[in-house]
């Protein structure tokens, strides 16, 4: 069954989403004047979409990294609405889906706690309305096929199975996110079954002739991987696989950062205060066991990646140095806290479990943890995932205190992005700062 928001607080919610469609145009507007040409990664992505266009399917850029689904989105779009070859065209692609297709997926998420605003306007995925890069219509598509999976009736393992293959086009680790999907898909309908008592469904489901869209997907996937010797395309040098355990501990304090003001709350701190005190003492000891374990992933899972020192264009090269390096393993107990966090709210989602939440876990460390570079479009999925899964408090004004704190992240950025310019050595255009 699907829930449609209280109509008490529709209204309001509207109010918002138009608040960011006006922010879109506006920020587009400026997009469209000021920065007239290929930002970053860019100049890799509309030039293979514009040798697409060009009818050239063969050529290929080896310095691209993912498989060419945004490429293949863009031509098609370019034909369908009949438009020119422009960059701001070529952003539109990404615009269009993030205002339009999101929500309206979105819209279809069963017993949703959240305004369709706050997923949509969440600053990580927002930011790339505006470019033409990969994130948006990878998540639209993870998000998509969790949410058909989802549905109590109809081919929704099908669907699920078809759109996860699909999202395999725009980033080769949304397998990780399918195999997410797929325990959603077994585990959210479970009724009555708590502990290990739903550990047996969710095994026969396993073995389910329904599930084999995605046993498909994954076999297609593992093809992939043989043929291609890895699971980068090109510039492998630059993304060789490493064991970046610290960037685990990153997500977790970019989830809790972006999405605080729905789950914050004196009953939440003094459950965590509890998580302390519990079988007379001996809960602080395994506390404490955990935060040492943190500082050790600390000093020796931290990967620097020399694109993360050389590259100021980013603020992940700024968080690094004022934040992350200089805090070092006193960043251990924030981690700790913003972990608590994390696995306290997903076990508390509604219809969700121990299982759920290991698979959102596994897909998560496995996402990040071979990738050495510390890089915050990596933390798109998880963010939007955690976020639109946990109970928010109810109540219209905690909803509009979220999306006003989003929305004052989104203005900075942009003041930022529009308002600093500085030039760069390899560039003739100035360069700016973004995600």
Not at 214 to 243: E, P
Not at 299 to 321: C, K, M, Q, W
Not at 328 to 336: L, N, Q, R, S, T
Request: aromatic share 20%; hydrophobic share 50%.
């Amino acid at each position: 069954m699907l829930v449609v928001p209280d109509h008490r607080q529709s209204g309001l919610a509207f109010t918002c989403y138009g608040v960011l469609v006006a922010a879109a145009s506006v920020i587009a507007y400026y997009c469209h004047k000021k920065v007239d040409y290929l930002f970053i990664d860019e100049f890799f992505h509309i030039r293979q979409a514009q040798t697409y266009l060009s009818g050239n399917f063969k050529e290929w850029d080896d310095k691209i990294t993912t498989p060419p689904g945004l490429y293949w989105l863009g031509y098609g779009f370019i034909k369908l609405f009949n438009l020119k070859d422009s960059i701001t065209n070529w952003r539109a692609v990404n615009l269009f889906g993030g205002l339009l297709v999101f929500p309206i997926v979105l819209w279809f998420f069963p017993q949703r706690q959240w305004w369709i605003a706050t997923i949509v306007g969440q600053p990580l995925i927002y930011t790339y309305y505006f470019l033409f890069y990969t994130d948006v219509w990878s998540t639209i598509f993870v998000v998509a096929a969790l949410v058909a999976s989802m549905v109590p009736t109809g081919p929704r393992l099908l669907l699920g199975g078809i759109l996860g293959f699909i999202s395999l086009w725009f980033r080769q680790t949304n397998i990780l996110w399918v195999a997410f999907v797929l325990s959603i898909a077994l585990d959210y309908h479970a009724r009555g079954k708590f502990g290990w008592n739903r550990l047996k469904p969710f095994l026969s489901g396993l073995l389910s002739v329904k599930v084999v869209p995605f046993y498909a997907t994954f076999a297609a996937f593992a093809g992939f991987v043989w043929q291609n010797g890895g699971i980068t395309l090109g510039d492998k040098s630059n993304h060789q696989v490493s064991f970046h355990s610290a960037q685990v501990l990153y997500c977790l304090l970019f989830i809790c950062a972006f999405t605080w003001p729905a789950w914050l709350s004196p009953k939440l701190a003094r459950d965590y205060l509890r998580a302390w005190t519990r079988y007379y003492g001996l809960s602080a000891v395994l506390q404490v066991a955990i935060i040492y374990g943190l500082v050790k992933i600390i000093e020796y899972g931290t990967t620097v990646h020399p694109f993360l020192v050389a590259d100021n264009r980013h603020y992940s090269f700024y968080i690094y140095r004022k934040l992350f390096k200089r805090a070092g393993i006193w960043m251990a107990p924030v981690y700790h806290a913003c972990g608590w966090v994390v696995v306290n709210q997903l076990l508390q989602a509604r219809r969700l479990s121990w299982i759920t939440t290991s698979t959102f876990f596994g897909a998560m460390v496995l996402t990040l943890v071979p990738s050495p570079l510390f890089e915050p479009r990596y933390y798109i999925v998880p963010v939007v995932v955690f976020r639109m899964f946990i109970n928010s408090a109810p109540g219209k004004w905690r909803n509009l205190v979220e999306f006003s704190y989003l929305m004052a992240i989104i203005t900075f950025v942009f003041a930022v992005f529009f308002g600093y310019e500085f030039p760069w050595d390899t560039e003739y255009h100035p360069q700016r700062i973004i995600w």
